[in-house]
């Protein structure tokens, strides 16, 4: 019995014996690529993996019963997002062996333009007063808009809590099986906090010819205004103008004014 999207499936197989190495296996269950003891399609595995990215693990089990015919348990969401996880980064360590080992590069899309995001998110361990970082990155060729809704055009995502080393490693294998980026521009943002700085993307994407043009969010751009002028400065309303509209010389001004009236 197998649980797809659509419901549960009943199927007969024959349960057959290699001559040479008398293995026994199911032909039917390799050929289809299910494992063993496996009761849930690998299309509901990854949604519920991806579902379980935006909510807890209850939500996840509430959401598949209520609005399709799978049903499964809080635990077994658990399970399986650790399933998919350790499935996933066994394929990035594949590819970033299979880089290392190859005489050049793979021929890959070419690209005018690719864009990349990566940043880190603490979250807590089941061990008391412990957490992990993950560590979160996203590549994706530019933006689709119909009417107000927008989309990431192509969009692939990197997930990992082992070494930022690790990580980038596999951003970088996983970039250059899926494009050729000698003659693309690579755009970034981060917030440039340690481990996402423009020299990590720089190395990362260091195949492109052209110099890898980074960004800091918003977000962190304002964060930083905060705490260079405070909350309350007569500078920070200028200062933040300049960078809205791109006024170069009119930013370096308003904050040499500014650190001239510094004790």
């Known amino acids: 019995m197998m649980q797809f999207s659509f ?3 009943a199927y007969n197989r024959t349960l057959m014996k290699e001559p040479k190495t008398n293995k026994s296996s199911y032909p039917l269950d390799h050929y289809m690529g299910f494992l063993s003891y496996q009761r849930y399609s690998p299309l509901v595995e990854v949604k519920a ?9 209850r939500e996840v089990a509430k959401t598949l019963k209520e609005w399709t015919a ?29 880089i290392e080992e190859a005489d050049g590069l ?13 940043d880190g998110v603490f979250v807590r361990s089941t061990k008391k007063k412990k957490s ?35 990580f980038w490693d596999h951003v970088q294998a996983g970039s250059a099986h899926v494009y050729t980026l000698e003659k693309a521009q690579v755009v970034t943002n981060s917030d440039g906090g340690k481990g996402y700085t423009a020299e990590r993307f720089q190395t990362t994407f260091s195949q492109s ?4 043009i980074n960004q800091l969010d918003a977000y962190h751009i304002q964060q930083g205004i905060n705490r260079a002028f405070g909350v309350k400065n007569r500078f920070k309303k200028p200062v933040k103008q300049a960078i809205e509209q791109k006024e170069q010389a009119t930013f370096i001004l308003w904050v040499d004014t500014y650190e001239s009236t510094l004790e």
């Open 7 to 9: 419901g549960a499936v």
């Open 49 to 57: 993996a991806e579902l379980a990215s935006e909510l807890t693990y």
């Open 70 to 98: 799978v049903s499964m348990s809080h635990t077994t969401v658990g399970t399986i997002v650790r399933k998919v996880g350790e499935a996933q980064a066994k394929e990035n360590e594949e590819m970033v062996q299979e």
């Open 106 to 118: 793979p021929e890959g899309k070419e690209v005018d333009y690719l864009y990349a995001e990566a």
């Open 132 to 166: 992990m970082e993950v560590k979160h990155g996203i590549t994706y060729e530019g933006w689709d808009k119909q009417g107000k809704r927008v989309s990431l055009v192509k969009p692939k995502v990197y997930m990992t809590t082992k070494s930022i080393d690790q």
């Open 209 to 212: 010819e052209k110099l890898v």
